[in-house]
């Protein structure tokens, strides 16, 4: 290893200040739902809820500022850029496992529950609680049709969602080009390169908000219809959640481009967001194949 | 008595399992094929882990006795033994192949599943059992019976404390007889030590089991999966007849149920209905309303002088105790009481504490199930 | 690259700052390893006290302390606060202290965000506890929380719940990696992976399983949530889910995790017997391969937890198999600790003693684990006590001794100070009596058919059943010593050398004891 090159951060506010931050976001969410579920108005939690993310921003903004001025002053080594690293892989990885729990539930219900319950496989009986279903995938019959209307129509994956997928690899390959940019100096090219990559991002979450309005409005594909759904809506859901928060990701580190940061040498913050995006970038590809096509 | 046990149990864990036994401190062996065959691959397990035990704890207590420095043991300086670390990987591996073959058949042989003879439809309700004899006129609930009063230690408690029904499921003996399990609410697992079935009941699945009981004799279980407050108190309680006691069990069922036919086109008058009523409030509504009426805050409604309990509120009152409300804890009764016991039950609460809110007939109730 | 002057303690401080401010704020190992067990011993506590509750109330038959609801809320709470409360802060804890110090780093990888996932959890606790006060009670579902009764069935504190479960998620992932990046990163020079303690070892995969597990564990939480409040259909059937997928999902996490509560406990056990047995640990890289071995296995074993859920044979052929295969890589680690007291030089200090409980008793709880593993015969052990008695041999013994021995092992490093060692072996001897009165019996019961998570049984049970709630208390009141012992060695006592055992080896141990603030600020060489 390098000789002795350690920085040590001095005591910080950021973790505490935080942590209450979580707190009231959690608990506001919490009164929140419980009220809406109950038809009771839901104002407190709503403000409790509103107050945390506030101050939850405003201490990320502090604390990755502090993070920023740290490293322009030169005060990470070549180790601590290392130990970054790792950080944000394994954090890439936890995300990926999220998912992955997501995945696992939709090839259950696909492979196993639903043809179950019309009557097929192993423990096809269960299709005697549920006379005249059939299982099919999409599902849009359910078995209780009252308590879960299912869909009338799924989404075309052709249309839509082919756009996407073209946008989002195209993504990929200009965030790519940015790193290249970066690492030749480049700096007029990256920040072209950068733009498009979140022009590209925006341009998909907005597609994607106008296929859940045709889903809701016009398909009856909501999360009250069934299993289908609910996997379709809790895995682009979450994925979308995931590029709206790179694509902010992207404008943070286009802004400090900008301000004349990183250099062909130094710039984990760059290719963090960029190991981040590759990441949504692929989650969406097994989005289209199993939500979509298959 | 108990200072016996105690001292047994004291003495050490070292008693020999035909004294254990006795003591009730084994698997039951049970009275069908498949429990002999857990039973047994219980005991061989429990013995092979034992043997295991008695070497590798005898090498450890032979050295902490003879390798302690007191005694001046100095330390060896080996750390690595390639073929004795090979050893030790191969040999447990044997063991355990050896062991997973008996268990793999044990397995498969539960699994059989060829035609029964008799089929029953098993389904688990908070807190009770509906057995329903397919292709057979026979539904019934069976209920814990134990009194309340002994639950609440002011009454001493009877020999099977926990473990009695209201109403038995019967099967016949030598016979096989396949349980079609499955719930109305949230996941029970029907249990029987003594047949050695345990399935889970899981709500909108059907799960099979089966059994051929070799002897006559009252099997108890109850239910194994946290389903709730009272998952504590709702006992599985199975009546091995002789075929041709079966039989004719089958055939007063029948009967009992023209019975109850006959009695919902009866005249009832308000005491009447309000004294059975009683009785099937204690069995199938106190558990959540409580004694007094008063529900628990948060979690089950009051009925004392809400609304519904009101002259107006009759039909809806009967409405929701008949349908249920989907998604709660307030199950749909119309399927589980007669419609004389709905009546009833409608008609006590509408009257008990300080409530005065007429009464309903068992032909209203009638009309409002075929609605 | 930059020109400013390059050691660990670079333009700051060199000791801890005064007050409050100092736990709030600090971004020091050793003073978050501190807070991480500090509030693991008072979730321990907690945790203890409602076991106290249950055991009182199942004392005899017939319900006279608590209503069954409120059983049930026990009985909830107290697994999810002796699991995620207690025994997984303990070893964040110890790791937090003792991994930077034993790989020769001057702190943790990520000391902000460090601190960060400390104090995340007395918030996600405190909710946590909250809900037992609220309208319709606390979660009363079971710690493993089945669906529909923890979701359509569930008082509405579970949403609270399910926040709670989420923050304690982002607490561990945080952790984990903290821990990863400072064991990849920040090794002294010729420390290489294979001359790494075995603690820091264990730890390595412990973290990896954590990051592997805990983000499905909130993807199940969130699932709830949607069945809760948005009408999706995940876990019911009547919109074509299946309660079930549940538990699969659920057990994809919480099989590894019962790994994360004894992972760590065999490094700290392999770093306590070759100390006192004066010798090298027996097959060191044995150790490293069986560790990772049980780690993937963990991967493929969940649904041994759901033999009786109504899987296909073809299931639970494949869970029963691989189960069991959990058992050789775990063996050849007993053997391995065997093997290094044979032929030692053996002394017995408290440390050494709850090292030498703990290989004897978790070794019992892993064969009723194996039971537990032959599928047909847990149609009659699963959810019995039968169950309740192995996993208690697991953790009681198991993690909770480990991190006692830890504790009595390294506090004299810690403060500076010896403990009592009388005070220490009377604390040993009456758990160690205490745990095996309270949960050898449980077994019988267990065996005899009593059911787990019921507020009152059959009278067949009764006899045991007094006699472990005896020794639950007997337990309990043993702890007290425990606390008393740390607190009096934390205020002072007879000074501790550097070495402070006889036979201790590594890093640590060439720290002054207490060490400095910043541990190594110049990485030690490593040969
Ligand atoms: C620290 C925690 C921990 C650990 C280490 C283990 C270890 C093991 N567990 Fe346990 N388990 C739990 C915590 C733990 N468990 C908990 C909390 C539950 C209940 C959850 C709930 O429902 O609430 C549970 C439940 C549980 C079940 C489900 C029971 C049921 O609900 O029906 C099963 C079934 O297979 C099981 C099996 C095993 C096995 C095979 C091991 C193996 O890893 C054990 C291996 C060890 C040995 C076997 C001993 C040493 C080996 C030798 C000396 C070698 C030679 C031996 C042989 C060849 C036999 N466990
Ligand atoms: C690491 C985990 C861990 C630990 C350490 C323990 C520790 C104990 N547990 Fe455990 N337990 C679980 C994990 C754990 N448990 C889990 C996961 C479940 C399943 C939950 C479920 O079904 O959902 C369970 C369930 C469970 C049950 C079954 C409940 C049921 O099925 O209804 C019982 C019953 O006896 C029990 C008892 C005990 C006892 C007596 C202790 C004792 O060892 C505790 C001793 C500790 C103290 C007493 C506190 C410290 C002492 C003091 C501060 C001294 C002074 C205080 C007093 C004396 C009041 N536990
Ligand atoms: Cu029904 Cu437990
Ligand atoms: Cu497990």
Redesign the interface.
Known sequence: ?S??????????????L???A??LM??G??SL??A???EAGGGAGMVTLLIGALLLGLILVG?FGHVIKESQ???????MD???R??MG??I???V??????F??LF??RT???P??GGE???G??N???PGFEATWP?LQ???ME??PGPQAIIDPWHVPLLNTVLLVTSSVTVTFAHKALKRDNRGAIKLWLLATILLGIVFVYFQGLEYAEAYNELGL??????????F??LTGFHGVHVTLGTFMLIIIWLRILKGHFDSEKHFGFEAVAWYWHFVDVVWIGLFLFVYVF | MRCNRLALLLSGFVISPAVVAEWEVNLVRGVTEISHAIFDLHMIIFYVCVAIAVVVFGVMLWSIIYHRKSRGAKAHHFHEHLWVEILWTIIPFGILVAMAVPASQTLIQMYDKSEADINIQVTGYQWKWRYQYLGQDIDFFSNLSTPQDQINNEATKGENYLLEVDQPVVIPVGKKVRFLITANDVIHSWWVPALAVKQDAIPGFINEAWTVVDEPGIYRGQCAELCGRDHGFMPVVVDARSEEDYLQWVASQTQAQQAEKAAAEQTWTMEALISKGEEVYKTSCLACHQANGQGIPGAFPGLVNTPLMSGDGLMEHARIVVHGRTGTAMQAFGEQLSDVDLAAVITYERNAWGNDGGMITPQQIKQLKAE | MSTLEQTASTGHHHGPAKGITRWLYTTNHKDIGTMYLIFSLVMFMVGGCMALTIRAELFQPGLQLIQPEFFNQMTTMHGLIMVFGAVMPAFVGLANWMVPMMVGAPDMALPRMNNWSFWILPFAFSMMLMTLFMEGGGPNFGWTFYAPLSTTYAPPSVTFFIFAVHMMGISSIMGAINIIATIFNLRAPGMTFMKMPLFVWTWLITAFLLIAVMPVLAGVVTMMLMDIHFGTSFFNAAGGGDPVLFQHVFWFFGHPEVYIMILPAFGIVSEIIPTFARKKLFGYTSMVYATSSIAILSFIVWAHHMFTVGMPLIGELFFMFTTMLIAVPTGVKVFNWIATMFRGSMTFETPMLFAVAFVVLFTIGGFSGLMLAIAPVDFQYHDTYFVVAHFHYVLVPGAIFSIMAATYYWLPKWTGNMYNESMGKLHFWLSFIGVNITFFPMHFIGLAGMPRRIPDYALQFADFNMVASVGAFLFGFAQLLFIYNIVCCARGGKKATDRVWEGSHGLEWTLPSPPPYHSFTQPPKVD
């Open positions: 290893m000789s002795a090159t350690y920085y040590v951060p001095e005591e910080s506010r950021w973790p505490i935080a942590s209450v979580l707190f959690a608990f969410a919490g739902l419980n809406l579920s109950a604390w002053a030169g005060m990470y080594s070549a180790q290392r130990s970054f790792w950080g394994w954090f990885f936890s995300e496992m999220f998912f992955a729990a997501f696992g539930a259950y219900v196993l529950a639903v179950w319950l496989g192993a423990k009986a269960a005697m609680l549920w599902l359910t078995p209780d308590l879960f909501t999360l009250q219809a069934g299993i289908y759904g609910a996997t809506f809790i």
